[in-house]
């Protein structure tokens, strides 16, 4: 039997359908010729290769953002915006993936193609806003916010709102959170902070009538207000130096020093002679950078309040920032003589001898603020005195401070990690290796312990894990604290090694 293929295939049809004697195509060479188009056409089909479409690419570089593989993820979304380039979702999605490695030009430039496709898409203004800032372009940052906000979306208010707090304009912040619903979580937020600004003005009834929509709140904002003491000063306008200084302390407590400033300033009119006073408003003039209006208040908080912890807390500040460590610790160490379980003064006076070159002094330090404090940060902080001095290893008191952290701290990744850097440099890899694993259990966005897992793998010819290990590390951040290392423990693993 003769084989049939498409090659005789069409060769028969194409004698069956040779030219009539008028020259004119018969009915059958026309059939034919669509036939051996379509077989044709079925057959480039098959044998060319096949390009996924771009929801398959995003999907596929979804599941690589979930495995923290962001370099694999951003190849796919490059992929994706070849295939399709007027869809806005591959150029979004890697501006999100470049802000997660801090990546924050490359995520701006990712961002602003993402508008351009999708010039109504509020969430990609409010995140082009989010990189600008964070790259360093603060007023581009909030052009972005503001066009997000015109589209509609309230957390660009949130923004613009909490810039204009941390510029000192005031009004102009007050204006913006009154856009916000009232609402959710994002309206007593907006609440809060327009009761607080009412304080700062010292208009009791408005601040109460803002502050009681969260007053019977359970939320973490709520009981930060009520631990610093803000319910209490909504109830009558303040006319005393006292209640001015009351309420810029509650607002400096909340982390509002350009809120803070203005109540410290009545205070300081109204009671000249206030020493605390004078030393609050001298310290938050200090941290908002206006130093050299800073300096004669703080003096004056340190003349006129002598016996004051703050004053002297307020002065060691100044003082370490000139250069002179050995005054600025005499000052913190006076200051604790009166207020011996302040874990704040406890880490100046250790930051003080450090610089001074007085480690005894700055270990205890630092072991008593890590006592005092209520924080992780500041075990933290001990540990990494230990770490970076080389100090405490021998007699295990570095890895002691380490383990009582973890025990007060336990979700705390930084802590066991700080303890897995410990292992390893007392060489015991193995404590270390459990540790680590421990810690990328706790926040696999760190890429520490994915580095060290790597170096480990490799030292025993795992080259595979190791491989990935360390090339996770570096995608987390390519250009991190540990891009370098992770760069040289990939090249010294074979060529082959996927």
């Keep these: 039997m003769r084989s049939y293929t498409p090659e005789t295939a069409s060769a028969a049809a194409w004698r069956k359908g040779s030219p009539t004697a008028s020259g004119e195509p018969s009915r059958h060479r026309a059939e034919s010729l669509v036939a051996l188009a379509l077989v044709a056409l079925a057959l480039v089909v098959a044998l060319a290769p096949q390009r996924p479409g771009v929801t398959a690419l995003l999907n596929a570089a979804t599941e690589q953002r979930a495995v923290y593989r962001y370099d694999r993820a951003l190849a796919l979304y490059a992929e994706a915006r070849a295939e399709v380039p007027g869809d806005p979702r591959p150029a979004c999605a890697a501006g999100a993936t470049l802000a997660l490695q801090r990546e924050f030009t490359a995520a701006v430039a990712a961002y602003q193609a993402c508008v351009t496709l999708a010039s109504d898409d509020a969430d990609a203004w409010l995140a082009l806003g989010d990189a600008l800032a964070a790259a360093g372009r603060a007023g581009d940052g909030a052009a972005a916010w503001r066009q997000a906000a015109r589209l509609g979306l309230s957390e660009a208010w949130a923004r613009l709102a909490e810039r204009d707090e941390r510029l000192g304009l005031l009004d102009a912040a007050a204006s913006d959170w009154a856009r916000i619903s009232p609402d959710g979580a994002l309206g007593e937020l907006a609440s809060a902070h327009l009761g607080l600004l009412a304080l700062a003005r010292g208009d009791a009834a408005i601040a109460q009538a803002h502050l009681a929509r969260v007053a019977g709140s359970t939320s973490s904002l709520a009981l930060q207000l009520r ?67 800073a300096r004669p208040q703080i003096a004056a908080g340190l003349a006129e309040a002598p016996v004051l912890p703050f004053a002297y807390y307020a002065a060691g500040q100044v003082a370490l920032h000139d250069g002179k460590a050995a005054l600025a610790l005499e000052y913190f160490q006076t200051g604790l003589l009166n207020d011996a379980h302040n874990p704040t003064l406890w880490s100046a006076a250790g930051d003080a001898a450090l610089a001074s070159g007085q ?36 007699d295990g008191t570095a890895l002691q401070a380490a383990r009582d952290g973890i025990l007060r701290f336990p979700q705390n990744e930084r802590l066991v990690y700080l303890q897995g850097l410990i292992y390893n440099a007392l060489g015991q890899t193995g404590f270390a290796q459990s540790v680590f694993q421990l810690a990328r259990q706790l926040d696999p966005t760190d890429p520490g312990p994915w580095l060290y897992l790597g170096r480990y793998a490799a030292v025993s010819g795992d080259t595979i894990p190791a491989a990935e290990d360390l090339r996770t590390a570096l995608a987390l951040q390519p250009d991190g604290p540990y891009a370098a290392q992770a760069r040289a423990a990939l090249s010294q693993l074979p060529p082959n090694t996927l």
């Excluded at 303040?238 to 309420?247: K, L, Q, R, T």
């Design 359 to 394: 480690y005894l002094v700055a270990e205890l330090s630092y072991q008593n603020a890590a006592q005092e404090s209520d924080s992780p940060d500041a075990t933290i902080t001990l540990v990494r005195f230990y770490l970076a001095q080389g100090l405490g290893m021998d």
């Design 227 to 293: 631990d610093t003491g803000v319910f209490l000063f909504d109830q009558r306008t303040p006319s005393f130096a006292v209640d001015w200084e009351g309420i810029g302390h509650a607002l400096l407590s909340l982390g509002l020093p350009a809120l803070a400033l203005g109540p410290f300033q009545r205070a300081v009119a109204l009671a000249p002679g206030d020493g605390a006073a004078h030393a609050y408003y001298g310290y938050t003039l200090w941290i908002l950078g206006e130093r050299a209006a």
